[in-house]
């Protein structure tokens, strides 16, 4: 029997303004809740937002009676804030207590900010404080590898957040050494960690050169800001025998938008604060529950820089069944691909980072990977870059490459002349790449 999650009390709490008692939550109270802070969203977007007063003045939002309704407004992207970031402000900038730009690809080259006051980064240290204490409890430390230098940075929210649980948070940043980071884990001798995907498979590959070097014992693990490749998981379980949880989050939620329980089949939902949605990424209709599409969400109780109907980009889906854990709260899947990041390949089959995810994690000794497509006389040329834990190097192109061709798209279009694989590039440098958002580089356009 898992122990039921403790957003759901918390979620009460905030609905009730007093400690409820866990179990006296209901989906109604949650979508009554949920209209009611709907509308005074919408009412301080159209009031004090230049961009929303533009965008909502024909939305007849003082008739808006039912979560149904929703359907009806306008979808906010991230161009728009890429293009008009002040013009989405509900509160003068004096008001504004940190501001976060995110570098984008996208095709205007410009950045996106975001803007934050001292009372929504306060929601993001509450909603941390909650979350995490499925994974740690009193007297746990907990290493912190994200930024965190300055404040109000996403290091920094989550270590007030456990400092509040009296939990010793143990900041550290961004990895780029794997053994530097393995031996503060022992020597602080760390309960639990919070990082990168990525990074973090990068310390447990280095363990794995020399395992009576560093005596770590874990029994939780977080992992955030990309989407985690159950291969990942797998092998992180093996390594430290601990258990993996997974959190949804992007800067433009407010950092944090929903994590695991104890069941771990997906995310519970910060539903106090945030209004999810899953449409159909092509038309933009609602879909039903169970159905896969393009996450939206909508900021309830942000009051900077509210968001309405934003488009992530991220692809997922509620799952009907209820979690074994037994709350009420919405259970969503875990995002594993992208809309932009499903490429059509020439034969017309579909490929995902997450395909390539899956067979090259699990390849002992990748730690991470690039990918991208190139034309070659009416073939799709796809070119793999590996960073490798140096004790695997030799031996990686070939497992590498054998892996590829598990891939059933792969295969089948390797066998039908419509792809090539080009040469595996091995990177061995003991330092880690930057993060960056992962994608499939699609190239067989561009000169």
């Not at 204490?133 to 590898?145: A, C, E, F, H, R």
């Not at 601990?242 to 771990?264: D, I, K, P, S, W």
């Amino acid at each position: 029997m898992y122990k039921k999650t403790p957003l759901e009390s918390w979620i009460l709490a905030k609905i009730e303004g007093h400690n409820g008692s866990l179990g006296g939550l209901t989906r109604s109270m949650i979508e009554t809740y949920q209209i009611q802070q709907l509308r005074e969203t919408l009412t301080l977007a159209r009031d004090k937002s230049p961009f929303y007063r533009r965008r909502l003045a024909r939305c007849g939002i003082d008739k808006f009676q039912s979560l149904k309704d929703l359907g009806g407004l306008p979808f906010t992207t991230p161009a728009d804030i890429r293009q008009n970031p002040l013009q989405l402000l509900c509160v003068s900038q004096d008001q504004i207590n940190r501001v976060v730009t995110l570098d984008t690809s996208g095709t205007t080259g410009l950045p996106k900010r975001i803007y934050f006051t001292a009372s929504d980064q306060e929601l993001t240290r509450d909603f941390f404080q909650h979350g995490m204490s499925t994974l740690v409890q009193p007297g746990d430390k907990v290493l912190i590898l994200l930024p965190g230098y300055s404040p109000g940075s996403v290091g920094d929210l989550l270590a007030d957040g456990l400092r509040r649980m009296q939990v010793e948070p143990v900041p550290y940043g961004v990895v780029r050494d794997p053994e530097a980071v393995l031996e503060i884990m022992a020597v602080e001798q760390v309960d639990s960690l919070v990082g990168i995907p990525t990074q973090v498979l990068a310390l447990a590959r280095c363990r794995q050169s020399d395992k009576r070097k560093h005596q770590i014992r874990l029994k939780s693990l977080l992992l955030s800001t990309d989407h985690v490749p159950g291969a990942i998981v797998r092998f992180l379980e093996e390594t430290w025998g601990c258990r993996v949880f997974n959190h949804y989050g992007m800067t433009e939620m407010g950092l944090g938008g929903g994590v695991e329980c104890e069941a771990r089949a997906g995310y519970h939902l910060r539903e106090a604060d945030l209004l999810f949605e899953i449409i159909n990424p092509v038309t933009g209709e609602v879909l039903p529950e169970g159905e896969e599409g393009e996450v939206v969400f909508t900021t309830l109780t942000r009051r900077g820089m509210p968001l309405i109907r934003y488009r992530t980009g991220d692809i997922a889906r509620f799952m009907p069944e209820p979690c074994l854990c037994g709350t009420v709260l919405k259970l969503m899947s875990c995002v594993r691909d992208r809309v932009q990041g499903r490429i059509t390949l020439t034969g017309g089959e579909l490929l995902s980072l997450s395909i390539l995810d899956e067979v090259l994690f699990a390849v002992n000794g990748v730690v991470d990977f690039e990918a991208s497509l190139l034309p070659e006389n009416g073939r799709d040329r796809l070119a793999v870059r590996v960073l490798a834990a140096a004790w695997a190097a030799e031996e990686i192109p070939g497992l590498v490459e054998k892996a590829l061709f598990s891939a059933p798209v792969l295969s089948r279009n390797i066998k039908k002349g419509n792809l090539i694989l080009a040469p595996v590039q091995i990177d061995t440098s003991p330092e880690l790449w930057k993060p960056a958002k992962r994608i499939i580089r699609d190239n067989r356009n561009k000169n």
